[in-house]
């Protein structure tokens, strides 16, 4: 009899944990992207990704918890399940594609070709040949400025955006290569800095990438999106972040 209560108990134990982390949500980012994802003033990981993921997972009922990683690890720690999905200002491209699927995409985007102000060295897309360029390892910024526009990222390719940005404003580096947003918000903090306007850069689209075969979170994922867009929530996060 004894026994059959510890099994019971057991099993009884075994079903809560199980339940428990069926509900949690576990979400891996890199927070060197403001305003998308960021260490705020009180050490907490915030921006618009988190907002809006917590606000999903609020309507397909789950818990949000988060890991932050280095961005060019991301994908390996979702193959390996170390996270179930990926919300970090992740372009859809058809490489990562091979890997893992997307969500509908939430944003858009383009690259920005960040320089001091006064240098107006570049101009075309053609200028950043030979330009050293400082990037964020892993990013599209990173494989446009290496393997399209013929940009030098010999000793430039960095795990922290701001240590890319630093490069530009102590002169280290001719311009950083970033995502426009967050192109902008370096703008904010260091005054020396611009962006190059009248450059024809491809628009990119921002997915929320979850392991091949995980059909069910994807839709669910899908819904949720479709749900936060539906009732405002996503307007309102755009409001709070970017105006
Ligand atoms: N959109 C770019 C990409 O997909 C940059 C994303 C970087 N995100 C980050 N959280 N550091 O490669």
């Known amino acids: 009899m004894k026994k059959f209560f510890a099994i019971v108990i057991s099993l009884v134990f075994c079903l809560c944990a199980c339940a428990a982390s069926a509900e949690t949500l576990t979400v891996g980012l890199n927070a ?3 305003p998308f994802e960021y260490v705020d003033d009180n050490g907490e990981i915030a921006g618009f990704d988190v ?7 609020e309507k397909m009922g789950m818990e949000v918890e988060i890991e932050d990683m ?21 372009t859809i491209t058809e ?8 969500t509908e995409p939430y944003f858009s985007a383009t690259q920005a070709v960040v320089v001091l102000k006064g240098n ?5 897309l053609e200028d950043l040949q030979g330009k050293k360029a400082a990037v964020q390892d892993g990013t599209t910024g990173h494989f446009m400025a290496a393997d399209d526009l013929g940009c030098d990222v010999s000793d430039t390719v960095y795990k922290f955006s701001s240590d890319a940005a630093l490069d530009v404003v ?6 950083m290569i ?3 947003a967050v192109a902008q918000n370096f703008l904010k903090l260091y005054d020396e800095l611009t962006i190059v306007e009248g450059l024809d850069m491809p628009v990119e689209e921002y997915g929320i990438a979850v392991n091949k075969g995980q059909d069910e979170l994807l839709a ?4 949720a999106l479709a749900a936060v867009i539906e009732d405002g929530t996503y307007d309102e996060l755009i409001a709070k972040y970017f105006q």
């Open 32 to 34: 060197e992207f403001a």
């Open 220 to 223: 669910s994922l899908n819904d």
């Open 51 to 57: 907002d809006l993921i917590n606000a999903m997972a």
């Open 170 to 175: 102590n002169g280290r580096a001719d311009c």
């Open 178 to 180: 970033i995502d426009d």
């Open 95 to 102: 490489e990562r594609q091979e890997q893992v699927d997307f």
């Open 120 to 124: 107006d060295s570049i101009k075309t």
């Open 70 to 90: 280095y961005f060019d690890g991301l994908l390996g720690a979702l193959s390996s399940d170390m996270v179930d999905c990926l919300i970090t200002g992740m």
